[in-house]
């Protein structure tokens, strides 16, 4: 007799062991669900960066570009206004000469 109490005991206490398990089991798949959830919205964000990323990628290397054309224009510009400075020196310097030599033959 003593020893079918033990028995009853031992499970009862099984049985208490199985429904904790079964506990922490739901636990864990609740768990699971919810990393789940978050890697896959960490994925959803890494995509999203990747996109970003090229998109200022692509920015940058067409930001660059305008910026090498405007100093291609600023240097052309700034090459123009030389050679007018030389134009409007060589004119006034023949103009000078002119003049001069006009005021040589009326003398």
Known sequence: RANAHAEEQRVARLESEIAAT???LAALYAGESLVRGAYNNVCSELENCDAEIAAAEQKLVALQARKD????????KKAAASVERVRVNVHNATAAVVTSQTTVRVS
């Open 69 to 76: 054309e405007a100093g291609r224009a600023a240097a052309a």
């Open 22 to 24: 079964r506990r922490s």
